[in-house]
Structures are given as structure tokens and as C-alpha cells.
């Protein structure tokens, strides 16, 4: 136990009033070093996503002390900036423990300094915020959430204006003037029914919903007598915000045969029935595969507990249901909404799709066929929707994003991952095959004949604490020192390492932990560190003449990959 820890503990137990449950939570543990040392090593980090965390007392936790100590300092950012605090900042939170709590200590304390907050009175979807911000003009948004993470987790999303978020200079401003203070200070802070009355807090409800699910059922790509409204749909909310705009859109869009998994239809912060609440994990369909087989659906739909990622499965032939991966659904929805748009004449002439540089490049290979610009940034939707100004004032229209890890943009409005808009889009393509006489996954192999057989596999190992940072930073130090020049049977074409930045002439991309080796066949691989979780992360793609032969590909350079990674300690 190093002495500084110990310090920052008692100086806690110090400052905490008797009877608070931070303090008595901090007593339960004064005997367990290990504890101490894990809440006090560093202070919850604000970065990608804004604040992430297991939800605890301590410095490197989520709680009242550093979700106000975070407001205080954004909202003095947001003085200091210029912008106008009665434009306002957006508050939505999710189902998790704390989340109502947290967004209301942050409307106070945005109201306790002049900014005017606008605040969801129950949970929301993290896409409806973002398209709240702009609708509003307000200065920025704030939505607790924790997203996917496990139940133990709480998070702090923070956006701006554009209803992307914060990246760059503001985040590094609003940083700054968060490290400044004291978890113990004095924040400036308004009670809430006394902040509702003065008009600094202004609750929204009806009219924003109505507006958004208004704006998610305008992305609709065919009209109703193109599709089959009769195709068997099975949706999962996982407990989370996804639950009434999903089931009112259906319901509204005259899907007739839609089932709402109802053991997690409701708000449930224990996440009873699916303990890990992350869609791209198939264990969190298991309920999803049994209403579906009742029922005979042809897709299978989850949202995680904020409803920004989107996960689908399909009949496998076999009696049962497999997954799509985020390329796949990505690449099927581009596919769908370009040959739509192209048929109706409303494919831009100019238009532009966004991917992460760790996504598969099915859907650049389908945009480049129907003459749509590819975009490439670093991943998270904060980077990607930071590409849409350039790609405007480049004289391109948004037509889409998307990245691996189910979450993709269908509509410029909503500068955010959007489960509920894509989940919809599902349905539709659903529907419309269906009418066709196909299902998703012939509508999946038609592509692959055409553009040839994509193969990807994507593999995360955990490492948490300390003890996992510290290896996590030995793994990228190995691969990145040690220049390797092949990995097995696979020799090294070209390594690009983002550490210092990248440019070429189709993109610019900030400097960023992540190495892409790209192989003499055409595979390839890319490595990072996880933003948001205590994970590093593998993302292996393959392109062949036939399905078969790109699976061995993927396979082999991850056995490749896998062995030198399991050689750092």
C-alpha cells in the first residue's frame, strides 16, 4: 500500500460527514488494502467518453463527490467559453443505479451557475439526447450512463453543440478546469424544485419525444406496400431505454407481428435476466432466441441500456438463431439504404459514409460500387460524427457511419450511435426481403457474390486494475518495439502506427494508441487499447473468392497474433 493511497483515503474519511454512505462505505473497507489502493490509485479518468466507472467511493470511482466535481468544472468551461448559458445543457439518463440521482445533482449544479439545464424526468435513449441538444440549440448535453458495461457501472457522457461528443479542445478545456478543484469543494449548486421554479431547470417529456420518434420514422427508406408488415419480430431493451420508442415505432410503422422479450422489457439496474446487458455478447439474446423460436421471427433485435448500439440475430437454419457482427449489419444496412435511395433517386450525388479505421471494409467496398466517399477516423462516434463538418464543407452529403462494435449513425440528426433509428431500418430491411421472398441472410450471401467474401473476428482480453493497465501498456510496447515482420504464416505487407497521427490523401487521422498491420494476402489486423473498459482489443479481417477460405485467413492470423500476445507477461 503506498502511503499517498492511504492519505487520500483518510482525507475522505476525513471530509465526509458522519452518516454519510460514501464514508460508511469507505469504513467497510479500512482494513482491506487492496480496496484502498484500487478506489485511490488515480482519479476516475475523463476521456472518451467522458467518466466511466464502477460505482463506489473513492477517487477512481463513479459518485456524487466526481460527478459533481465533473459538472462543476463543464459548467464553469461553458462560462468561460463564451457560449450562451440560457441555450442550455440536455440531461438523460439510463436504468443503472444512481443514473436519476447523478442527472439530477448535475441540473443543480448547472442551474447553481447560471446555465439553464433542460432534464428528462425518466430514462431516455442516448440518440434521443443528442438529437435533443440540436433541436434545442443548446450548449451541450450530459447523459449518465454506463452504456453496455457491466451492472457495477455507472458513466458520465458528456456532449456539445453539435450533439456529438466532446473531443479535442473542448474536452481538454473542460479537463482542465475540472483537475482545478477539490472533490470537497463548495459547488455552486440550486435545489431542484427550487431551480425548476426560478425556470433554470425546464423538464421535457411528450413534445422532444414526439419529435425524435417523428425523426427516426422519416429515415424510412420504402413505402408500406413495398414491405411485408407481417414479418415475426423479437426486440430486446435489455432493461433499458430502448423499450417504449422501439415498441411505439413499431406499433405506429403497422408492424404487426413485433414481440418485446417481457422479462426485460422494464427498468431493471441488476440486469437480472442477462447479468452482462452487452447486445455484441450473444448470451445477452438467450431470451431474445427463445420468444423468437415461439414465435418464428426472422430477426432478432437488441439495443444495450442507453439504446445508442444495436445487435441482430438471424435463423441459422438449423432450428436457431446466430449473430450478425457490427461489419456485417453495417454493410447490410449501407447496401439496403443505398439500393433504396438509388431507386427512388434520393442517393446524394455526393454523398459520404463514415467507418472507424478498425472497421471492415464490406461497406467501403459497397459505397465505392454506388459512387458514395469513404471516410476513415479514429474509433468512437465523437471522432467519427467529428468528420461530418469536414466531409460538408468538402461539398459531400451524410449518408452514413458505422463502426465494428454494433453502433452506427443512419441519419446526420443525430450525431450518435442510434439503436433505436437502426433497429427500426432492420425491421424494414426485414420486411422488404420478406415481401421479395428472401431472407437477411440471403440478402447477406447475394452481397458476398458480388463483392466477394468479407471474413472478421474480433477478440478482447480484460485486464482490470492496475495490474491489467500495466500489462496492457507491455502488450502494445511489444508489438510496437519489436517490429514484427510477420506472424506465422503471415508476412507484414505495411504496420501503420497512429501513436503520432496518420494522413494520406483520402484521410487525417489523430495521433492514437493503435498499430494495423496489413498482411502480403490482404488481411489484416488492428490492436488498441479500450477507451471506456479495462479491455485491449484485437480486430482480425480477412477478404477471399469464397467464404471458407477468408474464415481460415481470420483464423490463422489470430492463432498467429494470439501466441505473441500470450508470450508478454
Wanted: include cysteine; charged fraction near 25%.
Amino acid at each position: 500500500m503506498k502511503n499517498e493511497q492511504r492519505q487520500a483515503y483518510e482525507q475522505w474519511l476525513e471530509k465526509l460527514p458522519a452518516g454519510d454512505p460514501l464514508r460508511e462505505e469507505l469504513l467497510s473497507i479500512k482494513d482491506d488494502e487492496g480496496q484502498i489502493y484500487e478506489r485511490f490509485y488515480k482519479e476516475i479518468e475523463f476521456g472518451t467518453a467522458g467518466l466511466r466507472g464502477i460505482c463506489a467511493a473513492g477517487t477512481n470511482r463513479m459518485n456524487s463527490l466526481t460527478v459533481g466535481r465533473a459538472t462543476q468544472g463543464i459548467a464553469s468551461y461553458i462560462l468561460q467559453s463564451g457560449k450562451d448559458p440560457d441555450a442550455g445543457v440536455v440531461i438523460a439518463y439510463d436504468c443503472r443505479y444512481h443514473s436519476k440521482e447523478f442527472s439530477e445533482l448535475a441540473a443543480e449544479i448547472f442551474a447553481g451557475n447560471g446555465i439553464h439545464a433542460y432534464l428528462f424526468p425518466s430514462m431516455r435513449p442516448t440518440p434521443e439526447l443528442s438529437f435533443a441538444i440540436r433541436r434545442l440549440g443548446a450548449v451541450g448535453g450530459v447523459n449518465m450512463t454506463a452504456s453496455h458495461n457491466p451492472k457495477e457501472y455507472n458513466g458520465y457522457k458528456v456532449y456539445w453543440e453539435d450533439g456529438a461528443q466532446i473531443s479535442g479542445a473542448v474536452s481538454d478545456g473542460m479537463l482542465r478546469e475540472i483537475v482545478r478543484l477539490d472533490y470537497f469543494d463548495q459547488f455552486h449548486r440550486i435545489p431542484l424544485e427550487e431551480a425548476v421554479v426560478k425556470g433554470l431547470v425546464v423538464m421535457l417529456g411528450e413534445e422532444m419525444d414526439r419529435a425524435y420518434l417523428d425523426y427516426v420514422k422519416s429515415m424510412r427508406q420504402r413505402p408500406a406496400e413495398e414491405l411485408d408488415l407481417s414479418v415475426p419480430v423479437v426486440y430486446t431493451p435489455l432493461n433499458g431505454a430502448g423499450s417504449i420508442p422501439m415498441e411505439t415505432l413499431a406499433r405506429e410503422e403497422g408492424y404487426e407481428n413485433f414481440h418485446i422479450v417481457a422479462e426485460q422489457k422494464d427498468p431493471d439496474p441488476e440486469f437480472t435476466t442477462v447479468g452482462y446487458p452487452n447486445p455484441e455478447d450473444p448470451k445477452g439474446f438467450a431470451l431474445a432466441e427463445k420468444l423468437g423460436k415461439a414465435v418464428g421471427a426472422q430477426v432478432l433485435i437488441a439495443t444495450d441500456p442507453d439504446s445508442d448500439r444495436m445487435a441482430v440475430e438471424i435463423p441459422d437454419g438449423r432450428g436457431g438463431f446466430r449473430p450478425l457482427n457490427g461489419n456485417q449489419t453495417g454493410a447490410l444496412l449501407i447496401a439496403y439504404m443505398a439500393q433504396s435511395m438509388q431507386e427512388s433517386g434520393r442517393l446524394p450525388k455526393k454523398g459520404a459514409m463514415i467507418k472507424s479505421i478498425v472497421t471492415g471494409n464490406m461497406g467501403r467496398t459497397i459505397c465505392e460500387d454506388y459512387g458514395i466517399r469513404v471516410y476513415e477516423a479514429l474509433t468512437g462516434f465523437k471522432n467519427i460524427c467529428g468528420v461530418i463538418p469536414r466531409a460538408e464543407k468538402e461539398g459531400y452529403s451524410y449518408f452514413f457511419s458505422y463502426e465494428e462494435s454494433i453502433g452506427c449513425a443512419p441519419g446526420a440528426d443525430v450525431r450518435d450511435k442510434d439503436g433505436i433509428c437502426a433497429g427500426l431500418l432492420v425491421m424494414e430491411m426485414a420486411a422488404y426481403l420478406r415481401k421479395k421472398g428472401m431472407t437477411i441472410e440471403e440478402y447477406l450471401h447475394s452481397l458476398y457474390e458480388k463483392y466477394g467474401y468479407f471474413a472478421e473476428d474480433q477478440v478482447s482480453y480484460v485486464l482490470e486494475g492496475a495490474a491489467g493497465a500495466a500489462r496492457i501498456g507491455r502488450i502494445m510496447d511489444a508489438f510496437r518495439q519489436g517490429k514484427p515482420q510477420a506472424f506465422g504464416d503471415f508476412r507484414v505487407k505495411k504496420t501503420v502506427d497512429y501513436i503520432d497521427g496518420y494522413r494520406d490523401d483520402r484521410d487525417e487521422i489523430p495521433a492514437s494508441n493503435v498499430l494495423i498491420y496489413h498482411m502480403e494476402d490482404g488481411s489484416w489486423f488492428g490492436m488498441r487499447p479500450s477507451g471506456t473498459e479495462p479491455k485491449i482489443k484485437f480486430y482480425y479481417y480477412a477478404k477471399k473468392e469464397d467464404g471458407q477460405k477468408a474464415e481460415d485467413a481470420v483464423r490463422g492470423l489470430r492463432e498467429a497474433v494470439t501466441a505473441m500476445v500470450d508470450a508478454v507477461e
